[in-house]
């Protein structure tokens, strides 16, 4: 628009500075018409007598005739200036033929003067019907330029109404502007606070997720540490068993060995009981054979008795002889027996050797094993039980850590819900009452009201979370603890 008015301003003064350049280029022809008219005047003081008339020659148009009609465009559209000048022509031209009338009257005829009146007349009309195109051409751009002045005109009218309107809008929109802009101040402390809680959730999304994995890997641990446990106790059962049948074969053995013993003592017993017989088998044989020695010596010194003294040691040399006999085979079978049995107790002997070496060889390998052994296993037995002892006190501890915070997590979350709610639904009936007010233009009061109050509530929502110590804390504490005492107990796991 104002480009327009500049454009405008612009046109008006150029129509300014060409108002004088026609009024100058209209003198001359005024100038002309005056020496027309003094050359007139002078024609008629020298006519020598008005009764005189001279015909008029008509080898030339009438110029007269022609510059007294009007031209054939309308007079409406022509200007008032130029409309005035043909008038001022005719009366120039008619004082000009009153002249000649006079001139001719008189009786005074100048053909050279009037060949060049007629020249310069021509030159004349020409010139006007020039300035007279020229004046057209001005009239038609002169109502272009009226038209488009009314036309600029229309629209700096329209747009002084859309001016006002806009002004009047600009007061309206200045009236809101100042509660609008301290809403969106408080809407930008808003998104700042949700900017703030949004990573602060976020955090503790991840800290939730690590806290997961970590509880998983530490279930995982614990899976793990129970096969391991329930494998050492299967080895320990196993080893139970294998060592309840190593003490049934050392009880088996040790009754053997005591069977031993008394097959010893038995075949020690008999062998002095053998001994003890021989001594007195031998005692009887000398006291026998001493006892036949006499009985034959006194025999010999009988034999020369009578004779039926001689038939009865005869008899009871046969008898005598008999009982010899049958004692000698006695005594063989009984030495036979007697060697046997030396021989059945050697190899007994040497049998039970054999044994009882072999049997105490065996029986202290395995004393020696079940006692390292068993020496082991009391130790793995302890080492497992600190183990069990302390991952419980772990257990309880993580299983009190795990329930404070997810005791605190969903008081947290609850709350922190609850505001949340209480939030949207604050904003939603502040739009409800924006929109009501943008429909009857009512106060922004409660809207400060309950922005300040959601401004409020979204600090006391991220209060919790900024304060509160963090969770993972204490489980990096207690897992560097249980890597130390990992690193203390490496032989158990390595049993």
Same mark, same amino acid.
């Given at each position: 628009m104002q480009m327009m008015l500049e454009k405008y301003q612009s046109q008006v003064k150029l129509q300014q500075q060409r108002a004088p350049a026609s009024s100058q280029t209209k003198t001359p022809s005024r100038n002309n018409i005056n020496k027309i008219e003094n050359h007139g005047v002078a024609s008629v003081s020298i006519a020598p007598s008005p009764g /005189? $008339?001279? @015909?008029?020659s008509h080898s030339q148009p009438c110029l007269i005739a022609i510059s007294d009609k009007p031209p054939d465009y309308s007079a409406s559209h022509v200007h008032p200036s130029v409309s005035q000048f043909p008038n001022r022509v005719a009366s120039g031209f008619g %004082? =000009?033929?009153?002249?000649?009338?006079?001139s001719n009257g008189n009786g005074i005829q100048r053909v050279p003067n009037n060949q060049k009146l007629i020249q310069s007349l021509r030159e004349e009309n020409l010139h006007?019907? +020039?300035?007279?195109?020229?004046? #057209?051409?001005k009239l038609v751009k002169l109502q272009q330029m009226e038209a488009a002045y009314e036309r600029i005109e229309k629209e700096y009218e329209n747009l002084l109404r859309e001016k006002e309107r806009q002004e009047g809008v600009e007061k309206s929109a200045l009236q809101f502007s100042l509660p609008n802009a301290q809403a969106m101040e408080k809407v930008n402390q808003l998104n700042m606070l949700l900017a703030e809680i949004i990573p602060q959730n976020k955090e503790l999304v991840t800290v939730k997720e690590r806290q997961r994995l970590e509880l998983e890997a530490q279930n995982a641990?614990?899976?793990?540490?129970? !096969?391991h446990i329930s494998m050492l106790e299967k080895a320990l059962s196993n080893a139970q068993e294998r060592l309840?049948? /190593?003490? #049934?074969? =050392?009880?088996?053995l040790t009754v053997a060995a005591e069977r031993a013993n008394h097959l010893q003592r038995l075949l020690h017993e008999t062998l002095l009981d053998k001994q003890a017989r021989d001594e007195t088998h031998a005692q009887e044989r000398t006291q026998w054979e001493m006892d036949m020695t006499q009985l034959k010596m006194q025999l010999n010194k009988d034999f020369s008795q009578n004779g039926s003294l001689k038939r009865m040691t005869r008899l009871g040399g046969e008898s005598n002889d008999e009982t010899i006999n049958r004692l000698k085979k006695s005594m063989y079978a009984k030495d036979e027996r007697i060697t046997q049995l030396e021989r059945t107790v050697v190899e007994l002997q040497r049998r039970l050797q054999e044994e009882s070496d072999r049997k105490k060889s065996a029986l202290g390998s395995l004393n020696e094993n079940l006692e390292t052994k068993i020496k082991q296993f009391e130790e793995d037995q302890a080492?497992?039980?600190? +183990?069990?002892?302390?991952?419980?006190?772990?257990?309880?501890?993580?299983?009190?850590?795990?329930? &404070?915070?997810a005791k605190d997590r969903d008081d947290d979350s609850s709350l922190g819900m609850h505001k949340m709610e209480e939030i949207r639904q604050k904003i939603q009936e502040r739009k409800r009452k924006g929109r009501m007010c943008a429909a009857g233009? !009512? $106060?922004?009061?409660?809207?400060?009201? !309950?922005?300040?109050? %959601?401004?409020?509530?979204?600090s006391?929502?991220? $209060? @919790?979370? &900024?304060n509160r110590p963090s969770v993972s804390t204490g489980y990096h504490n207690l897992f560097n603890g249980e890597k130390r005492e990992n690193a203390d107990g490496d032989n158990v796991w390595n049993v």
């Open positions: /005189r $008339s001279h @015909p008029m %004082s =000009c033929e009153q002249h000649e009338g006079q006007l019907k +020039r300035e007279i195109e020229a004046n #057209k051409k641990t614990l899976e793990e540490q129970r !096969t309840a049948k /190593r003490e #049934k074969v =050392c009880d088996e080492a497992k039980d600190r +183990r069990i002892a302390l991952l419980n006190e772990q257990k309880v501890k993580i299983g009190e850590i795990l329930d &404070g915070g233009g !009512t $106060s922004s009061g409660p809207y400060e009201q !309950t922005i300040l109050d %959601s401004a409020a509530l979204l006391e929502i991220s $209060s @919790p979370y &900024g």
